[in-house]
């Protein structure tokens, strides 16, 4: 019998729902493996078997435990991200019986360091640079390690088949979620972003047996026939660091404000998803194929990502973009200056950064700013 974390009681209901069905899938005998990054390839963690659940901070909560082990101006990403690990808060990190973590930006994988001392992790050593032509051959070589690392932590073996299986299942998924994002193309969106992208978020803890896909296409279906009159609204994108750990006081204000979230270049958005895996290749050499399109800042050069920038401003009919980056966050930081330039010189958009972190303490000048930002834009 499975124990429940100490601090169960204190989860919301919502929560409590979730990790109950994670709970019943652990006590029918199921595995659970931690990820925190887009780069990490699920679909060996489906072949062996074991339920894959993204593992990152997204609150103030934990962070107070991990500035005991880590530095304070480290990105709150990263810090939630580890605080809630190690003070047993994190229900989906309490049942994972071991990490698949990644070698991206300098603070997370030092972190992953201090954490391997109380879960098992197997690092990724992801290429810093995706043009080489090393760099498919290393990934495909480090995929093939983790994979031998599930083997082994499981007692599995991971077939061909399975693997095959796993890249049909995900692919599945993932073009149900861009459908999903879509629906935000239409002009008005018929449904605000900040409901879109909680829906495909929570995508991720899909734990039960139920259909997962079947489940996103009727959400689709049900957000395309609703009907909004209130044209006239801006139409925003939101690029830069991941922004789970600030969608109230980021996404939520900005369309109270007036605005519509339409789009986001971040790499949980549709920018990241609408990439598949080749179904008719050698599988793992497809999957890392699949993974290394991902345009992340930690990547140099890392061009791509404009061009994708420049693409869904078109698609998505965008009238401004607001870049978010998180304190302590260098790569997306240094790369926000060639953002602007595209932006403001390239698309002739008004560009907006916010530099924050996961506290409500800067929430009253976030909103006074997205108030000014909305009025700069001109509505097409
Ligand atoms: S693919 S965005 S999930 S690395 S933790 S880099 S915010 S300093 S999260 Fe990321 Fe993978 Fe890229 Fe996406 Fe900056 Fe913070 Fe590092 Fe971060």
Redesign the pocket.
């Known amino acids: 019998m499975l124990r429940l974390p100490k601090n169960f009681e204190t989860f919301n209901e919502a929560r409590q729902k979730s990790f109950m069905s994670l709970y019943e899938a652990k006590q029918s005998g199921k595995k659970v493996i931690g990820t ?4 990490t390839p699920v679909e060996i963690i489906h072949a062996a078997g074991a339920i894959p659940v993204g593992l ?1 901070g997204k609150s103030e909560q934990g962070i107070p435990e991990a500035e005991a082990h880590l530095p304070k101006n480290l ?4 810090k939630a991200s580890y605080g809630m690990a190690l003070s047993d808060q994190c229900p989906y990190f309490y049942f994972s019986d071991g990490i698949l973590a ?1 070698t ?2 300098d ?2 994988k030092k972190m992953y360091e201090l954490m391997s001392t109380f879960k098992p992790v197997h690092v990724l050593n992801l290429p810093q640079s995706k043009d080489q032509a090393f760099a498919i051959e290393s990934w495909t070589e480090e995929i093939k390690r983790a994979a031998a690392f599930l083997e082994k932590l499981f007692n599995v073996t991971i077939t061909e088949e399975k693997l095959h299986d796993a890249i049909v299942y995900r692919n599945r998924v993932r073009k149900a979620i861009v459908d999903l994002y879509e629906v935000a193309k239409l002009k008005p969106s018929p449904v605000s972003g900040y409901e879109i992208s909680t829906v495909a978020e929570s995508a991720d803890f899909h734990f039960t047996d139920d259909d997962l896909v079947a489940k996103l296409e009727k959400i689709t279906a049900e957000f395309k026939s609703r009907v909004r009159n209130d044209e006239g609204r801006p139409r925003v994108l939101i690029t830069g ?2 922004n789970a750990g600030v969608r109230d006081k980021l996404i939520k204000r900005l369309e109270e404000l007036g605005a519509d979230y339409v789009c986001a270049d ?3 958005g549709p920018r ?1 998803q609408k990439f598949m895996v080749d179904e008719n290749s050698e599988p793992y050499r497809a999957i890392a194929e699949r993974y290394l399109k ?1 345009n ?3 990547m140099t050069p890392n061009t791509a990502r404009f061009d994708d920038i420049k693409s869904l401003v078109k698609e998505y009919q965008v009238d401004g973009v607001i870049e978010m980056v ?1 304190q ?5 930081a240094v790369e926000a200056f060639n953002t602007m330039k595209l932006v403001q010189e390239g698309l002739n958009l008004p560009y907006l950064r916010l530099d924050t972190d996961f506290s409500q303490s800067d929430s009253g000048q976030i909103e006074t700013r997205l108030g000014a930002f909305i009025e700069m834009m001109e509505v097409a």
Do not use: D, M, Q, W
């Open positions: 925190f990054c887009s780069y990152c990105c709150p990403l990263i990644e991206t930006c603070g997370k660091c991941p971040v790499c949980s990241a991902i992340c800042s930690v998180l302590g966050c260098h790569t997306f």
